[in-house]
C-alpha cells in the first residue's frame, strides 16, 4: 500500500465517525499523525536497515490504527495532552503488530494490510523474531508510561497470547464451543481494545471510575470487533479487507458464522456442517464452496445479531460516562464497528 493510501485510512475512520465536535476532530487526527511518526521513528531505532525494514514492513504498510485512535479517545477523559499519551497510542499499535506477525505465522497469510505479509516476505523465522522485537520495543516504550497502568499493561499482554493458545487448545467439550469462542475472543482481541482506552484514561489522570468505564466499555467493542472481522472473513473480497477473504476456513479455525452452523444454526445446512467439521481446513473447490455456502447461510444474520448484542451492550456503558464529544466518538465508533466493511 502506498503512503497516501495509508494515511487515507488511517483518516478514514475518524472522518467516518462524523464527529460534532470539530475542534475533537482536528486534535485527534492531529495526535494520530504525531502517533504515526513515533511508529515509524520506533521501527528505525535499530542500526541494521535491513531490520528496520523487517519490523516497520506493517506499520509502513498502515493499518486501521484503531487501537492508537482508541487510545487517544480514552485520554479526551482527562487531561488530553498529558505527558506520554501519543507513547501510549504507539504502545497498543506496537503490541497490535506484534501480534499479527505472530497470527500470520499461525495462519500461514501470504497478504496483511493490503501488501505481502512478514513471514511470506522473509519467513517465519524472521516474522516471529521480529514481532519479538516489536513486543520489546513496546516494554521499553512503556516504562515512561505511568506506573499506574503497568499491571493493566501486563495483564493485557498475558491475555493477549493466552487468546491465541486457547484458540489453538480449542474447547475442552464439544459443547464448550461457543463460551470457549467467547473466551477466545474476549483474551486476543477485546483485551487490548479495552486496554487501549484504559490506558489513555489513565494516562491522562482520569478518575478510576471513568478509566474502569471505558475498559467495560472497550471490552465490549472489542468483542464486537472481533465478530465483526470473523463475518468480514466471509462476507469481504480480499481487496476490501487487505488480506485474503476466507482465511479462517483454509486454516481449519471456525470463526464465529461457521461455529453457527456446526452448533446447529441453519437446519439445512448439512452440506456446510460436513465441510466445516474437517479439522484440517478447505483448500480449492472445497474451500469456495465451504465460503459461498456460509455467505448465504443464517448464521451470518445470527453472527450481525450477536456482534449488535455486544454493541448495545458497549453502548450501555457509555451513558455512564461524562456526556460530552469524546463520548458521541465513542458512541459513533460503535456505528462504524457495526457497518464496517474492511
Ligand atoms: C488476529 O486474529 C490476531 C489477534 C487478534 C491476536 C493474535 C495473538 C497472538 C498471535 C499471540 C501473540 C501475541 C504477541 C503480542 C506476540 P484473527 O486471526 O482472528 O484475525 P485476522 O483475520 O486479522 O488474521
Ligand atoms: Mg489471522
Redesign the pocket.
Known sequence: MSAPAATERRRSIVTRLTLRDKALERRVLRRLDQVEIRLLECTREVDDPRLATVVGHLIAAGGKRVRPLLTLLGAEFGDAWAEGVVEAAVFSEL?HT???H??DV??E?LVRHGVTSVNACWGNRVAVRS??WL?AKAARLSAGLTGESAPLRAEA?QR??Q??LRELVGPALPEDRLPHYFDVISD??ASLISLSLRLGAVQAGAPAQVSDALAEYGEQLGMAF?IS??VL?VASPSADLG?EQG?DLAVGVAGLPALLVLEGVGAEDDELRALLSEPAGLRGGRHARALALLQRSEAMGRARALMDERLARARAVLTSLPPGPARQALDALCDFVGTRTA
Do not use: I, R, T
Request: no cysteine.
Open positions: 503490541v506484534a501480534s499479527l505472530h497470527d499461525m495462519d497469510a514481532g519479538n513486543l499482554s493477549l497470547v487468546g491465541q486476543k482481541s472481533q472481522d470473523d472473513d488480506k482465511k
